[in-house]
C-alpha cells in the first residue's frame, strides 16, 4: 500500500527556521517526483514545486523559488520542505503528494502538515 | 502562466441531482487536466486524470470530458458523500496550476 506519512504539525515564530518531512512506503519512492502543495486557510491548493529523489532534480514554482528549499533522502525515502525564515504568511497545511509522470496528476497524497506562524 | 478559472464558485443541489462542474483554462492545452475532490480536514483526493479517465476506485457516477480550454467534472446523481469541494488542476511544462475550486453544498 502507497503511503505519504508527513511530520506532526509545527508552531513556530517569525524568522524561525523550519524543515517538515514526508516519508513513503509501498513504492519504490526513488522513481516517483514527490510535489509539495500549500493550501492556505480556506484557500485552495497552490503547487510549490516537485522534486525527484532519486537525483534530487527539483523544480519550483515561481511564487516560491527562494522562498523554500525541497531535499530528499532516497536512502530512508523522505522528503522535505525547508524554511530558513519563517513569515506569518507562511501560516498554511502543507501537503506532499507522489507524482505520475504519465500523465502528470498527484496520485496519493499525505495528511498534511499544520504550519503556524505567530508572534 | 496558465490561468485555470472554475465555475460555479457554489454549487447548491440536493442528492440524487446532476451536478456539472466547468473548469476553464485561460489558453489552449493539453489533456493533462486532473479533477480533485476534497473534503474538510482531509488531502485532496484523485477523481479524473487525463480529462477524462476514472483514478481506481473511483464510482462510475464521476466522469470527466472537455478538451482545449473547456473541461468539466460530472457527477450523474449525487451521493451524500460527494458534497465536497472540486478543484481542477493542469501541469504546463514544469508548472502545476490548481483552479480555486467549486464547492458542492
Excluded: H
Excluded at chain 2, 17 to 33: G, H, K
Excluded at chain 2, 41 to 70: E, M, N, V, W
Aim: charged share 20%; aromatic share 14%.
Amino acid at each position: 500500500e502507497v503511503q505519504l506519512v508527513q511530520s506532526g504539525a509545527e508552531v513556530k515564530k517569525p524568522g524561525e527556521s523550519l524543515k517538515m518531512s514526508c516519508k513513503g512506503s509501498g513504492y519504490s519512492f526513488s522513481t516517483y517526483w514527490i510535489g509539495w502543495v500549500r493550501q492556505m486557510p480556506g484557500k485552495g491548493p497552490e503547487w510549490m514545486g516537485i522534486i525527484y529523489p532519486g537525483d534530487s532534480d527539483t523544480k519550483y514554482s515561481p511564487s516560491f523559488e527562494g522562498q523554500v528549499t525541497m531535499s530528499a533522502d532516497m536512502s530512508i525515502s523522505t522528503a522535505y520542505l525547508q524554511w530558513n525564515s519563517l513569515k506569518t504568511s507562511d501560516t498554511a497545511i502543507y501537503y506532499c503528494a507522489r507524482l505520475r509522470s504519465e500523465y502528470w496528476y498527484f496520485d496519493f497524497w499525505g495528511r498534511g502538515t499544520l504550519v503556524t506562524v505567530s508572534s | 502562466e496558465i490561468v485555470l478559472t472554475q465555475s460555479p464558485a457554489t454549487l447548491s443541489l440536493s442528492p440524487g441531482e446532476r451536478a456539472t462542474l466547468s473548469c476553464r483554462a485561460s489558453q489552449t492545452v493539453n489533456s493533462d487536466l486532473t479533477w480533485y475532490q476534497q473534503k474538510p480536514g482531509q488531502a485532496p483526493r484523485l477523481l479524473i486524470y487525463d480529462a477524462s479517465d476514472r483514478a481506481t476506485g473511483i464510482p462510475a457516477r464521476f466522469s470527466g470530458g472537455g478538451s482545449g480550454t473547456d473541461f468539466t467534472l460530472t457527477i450523474s446523481s449525487l451521493e451524500p458523500e460527494d458534497f465536497a469541494v472540486y478543484y481542477c488542476q493542469l501541469r504546463s511544462k514544469w508548472q502545476w496550476t490548481f483552479g480555486q475550486g467549486t464547492k458542492v453544498e
